[in-house]
C-alpha cells in the first residue's frame, strides 16, 4: 500500500490549506488513518486521526477548532482540512494508514508512511 500526500505550500497567518493522503495498492482496507507533522528540530507528533466507519476523530490540543480531518473510503483518500494557520503550524505533514492488504490470498497487517508534504506558514 502506498500513501502520497499533496496540497502543501506557503501561506500566509490566517490562511488556509487542505492536505490529501491518497492510498492506492493491491486488495487492501484500511482502518485508522492519520496526520502527524515534523518541525524542524522537533520529534513528529499527531496533528489528528480518524477511524474507519463510522469516522471517529481526534485532534491534538494544538489544532482543535482549526483543523478538520475527514475520509472518502471510496477513494481511499483522507483528507485534512487547516484553517487560521499560524506560523508555529510550519512542518512537513506526513499521512499514515493501518489496515489490511491481501497479497496472493494472504492477509498481511501494515502500518505505512507517506512521503511527507511542506506546510511553511509566512508571519
Not at 32 to 45: C, L, V
Not at 52 to 76: E, M, Q
Not at 95 to 119: R, S
Amino acid at each position: 500500500v502506498q500513501l502520497v500526500e499533496s496540497g502543501g505550500g506557503l501561506v500566509q497567518a490566517g490562511g488556509s490549506l487542505r492536505l490529501s493522503c491518497a492510498a492506492s495498492g493491491s486488495t487492501f482496507s484500511t482502518n485508522a488513518m492519520a496526520w502527524y507533522r515534523q518541525a524542524p528540530g522537533k520529534q513528529r507528533e499527531l496533528v489528528a486521526h480518524i477511524t474507519s466507519a463510522p469516522g471517529s476523530t481526534n485532534y491534538a490540543d494544538s489544532v482543535k477548532g482549526r483543523f478538520t480531518i475527514s475520509r472518502d473510503n471510496r477513494k481511499n483518500t483522507m483528507y485534512l482540512q487547516m484553517n487560521s494557520l499560524k506560523p508555529e503550524d510550519t512542518a512537513v505533514y506526513y499521512c499514515n494508514a493501518e489496515g489490511v492488504a491481501v497479497v496472493a490470498g494472504i492477509p498481511h497487517a501494515f502500518n505505512t508512511w507517506g512521503q511527507g508534504t511542506q506546510v511553511t506558514v509566512s508571519s
